[in-house]
């Protein structure tokens, strides 16, 4: 089965940072892109960022960001652990939210994110507080 | 960026009713468009993909239509677990990744 349990959020101070990781399991980690996303309180989703997987000899992490977090979050993985990150650095009011932890559904080639995600993780909530 | 535009925004439906859900792209993006179900405290699930393709394990009331713009997600007989708010995602140009605003369905 296969699972991904986020940890790390909690609560953060303006200008604050913060790590969210997701651990997974259940499918060949390495092989699959994986994503990012957020929902605030009552709102709907928001795609924040994606990482390629790993294609042949490559490590691959190719990154995408959403505009409203480049420059501040950073995505990584690591695939001896089987775990993806999101360092989240000058932590602002609207990124109050729940944070995904979602696997691409299928595999591209090149281990390329495609976009479409199953399954997602449960969340971790990060609150803003001032 | 692609902005996705889903109406209603709030669909009452009486049990074992058809619902029909509408999504709408800003511009084209062909067949690559996914639906997610999500009940109160939980993750999204996805249901169809590729605008018209269940995904496994989802119920045969659940279908998909259309391309370029314009795209709906039906649900034939509703069902007490069917209550929940969809959303419709786009992943033909990118990035960003979009989502619509989602749809909730409630009971009529």
């Known amino acids: 089965e296969v699972q991904l349990l986020e940890s790390g959020g909690g609560l953060v101070q303006p200008g604050g940072s913060l790590r969210l990781s997701c651990e997974a399991s259940g499918f060949s980690f390495s092989s699959y892109a994986m994503s990012w996303v957020r929902q605030a309180p009552g709102k709907g989703l928001e795609w924040v960022s994606g990482i390629s997987g790993s294609y042949g000899s490559g490590s691959g992490g190719v ?8 420059g501040r979050f950073t995505i990584s993985r690591d695939n001896a652990k089987n775990s993806l990150y999101l360092q989240m650095n000058s932590l602002r009011a609207e990124d109050t939210a729940v944070y995904y932890c979602a696997k691409d559904a299928t595999l591209s080639t090149k281990a390329r994110l495609v976009g479409w995600f199953d399954p997602w993780g449960q969340g971790t909530l990060v609150i803003f507080s001032s | 960026e692609i902005v996705m535009t889903q109406s209603p925004g709030t669909l009452s439906v009486s049990p074992g009713e ?91």
Not at chain 1, 63 to 70: L, M, Q
Not at chain 2, 48 to 68: D, H, L
């Open chain 1, 63 to 70: 990154t995408y960001y959403a505009d409203s977090v480049k």
């Open chain 2, 18 to 108: 058809r619902a029909t859900l509408s999504c709408r792209a800003s511009q084209s993006v062909s067949s690559n468009l996914a639906w997610y179900q999500q009940k109160p405290g939980q993750a999204p699930r996805l249901l169809i993909y590729g605008a018209s393709t269940r995904a496994t394990g989802i119920p045969a009331r659940f279908s998909g239509s259309g391309s370029g713009t314009e795209f709906t997600l039906t649900i034939s007989r509703l069902q007490s677990e069917d209550f929940a708010v969809y959303y419709c995602q786009q992943y033909n140009d990118w990035p960003p990744l979009t989502f619509g605003g989602g749809t909730k369905v409630e009971i009529k």
